[in-house]
């Protein structure tokens, strides 16, 4: 086989056709290494000897943009800057300059409904895991559309099975990285087995997260009960659902709403299983284990939430953060 040696020219030329259908939903990225936004696919691309390549040194957020609202900005911000100083980066920019470069960058995408994937890198320079080599740490900031949920998922509900993936160290589990091998892993598991969703566990049976969602339950006796975030990483979602089931407390709904050590046992006596995350809000866990959750439908508590994160993201100036007017 002859490997032809490329130009600065030829490689452009060949880009132009290393175009595939997913690309289709990436609408415009930003990126500190060259220096501006990017609209073409085909160039939104990072050194290979940024360290969060070849290492996985970096961290990352995922958050969405409802009808040219951002949801929860904030709350993705304070979980960012939590994993920031957990692996000691610091951004290439203060924070609230890279906020302004999200808005700035959905903008440029024209999308009202996205997915916005932020990425703080330890940045160029040579190959070695050693930060201090670097040239300078990166922010890269990609949007895609929004993948809608599948119906059967809300209309039917979903399945779940525990993980044969070991967990990780609650340090790191508590770090949004870019090394998430674990968490394909358990995506793979979910494909291999036909499941929706697996749910990991530690060595002394609690159970923890899925590959990237938080699940709680709802008792018999109606209390709501999620795993507490020293293992696991803090859902934006489930936080926010928390204080939704505290005012379903308030309002004799709900007995209770907390965060307690769960085990298998507890998944299988529950009445509904819920599991949280940016994309799907929230969603009704119907078989776990292979056997009905509770009458083996979406439940009522599934229903009531759901409707909660719909309100909160079409009426909410709190967690809302407009994307359409000029600073
Ligand atoms: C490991 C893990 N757990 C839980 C979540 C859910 O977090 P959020 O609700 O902020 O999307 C995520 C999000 O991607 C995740 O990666």
Redesign the pocket.
């Known amino acids: 086989m002859e490997i032809p040696v490329l130009n600065f020219d030829e490689i452009f030329k060949n880009l132009k056709n290393t175009s595939y259908p997913h690309q289709n939903s990436y609408v415009a990225m930003y990126s500190s290494w060259f220096g501006g936004i990017i609209l073409h696919p085909q160039l939104m691309l990072i050194p290979i000897d940024d360290h969060m390549v070849h290492r996985g040194d970096g961290v990352f957020e ?1 958050f969405k943009c409802v009808n040219g609202n951002i949801y929860q900005l904030d709350a993705h911000f304070n979980r960012l800057k939590n994993s920031l100083n957990k692996i000691q980066l610091t951004p290439p920019y203060p924070l609230e300059e890279i906020k302004e470069i999200v808005i700035k960058t959905i903008r440029s995408s024209g999308e009202k409904n996205c997915i916005i994937r932020l990425y703080v890198s330890r940045g160029p320079g040579d190959f070695s895991p050693k930060p201090e080599k670097s040239i300078g740490s990166q922010l890269y900031v990609v949007i895609t559309k929004i993948e809608p949920t599948e119906e059967r998922k809300r209309k039917t509900g979903c399945s779940l099975k525990i993980s044969k993936v070991p967990t990780k160290d609650p340090f790191f589990a508590t770090v ?1 990285s870019c090394n998430y091998l674990q ?1 394909v892993l358990m995506k793979m598991e979910c494909h291999k087995l036909g499941v929706d969703y697996m749910i990991n566990i530690t060595e002394e049976g609690k159970i923890g ?6 699940f709680a339950i709802i008792t018999r006796d109606n209390r709501f009960l999620t795993p507490p975030f020293d293992y ?2 803090k ?4 936080l926010r659902a928390l204080n939704f089931a505290k005012e379903m407390v308030e309002q004799g709904l709900l007995k209770e709403a907390k965060t307690c050590d769960l085990y298998s046992e507890d998944l299988k006596d529950a009445k509904e299983i819920l599991v ?3 994309t799907m809000d929230v969603l009704p866990i119907t078989t776990f284990e292979e056997r009905a959750v509770g009458d083996g439908r979406p439940g009522k508590f599934y229903k009531l939430f759901f409707e909660k994160f719909i309100e909160d993201q079409t009426k909410n100036k709190e967690v809302l953060t407009p994307v359409w007017h000029d600073f």
């Open positions: 995922a949004k968490n997260e899925g590959a990237t969602e938080n696991i990483l859902g934006t979602t489930i949280f995350g940016t």
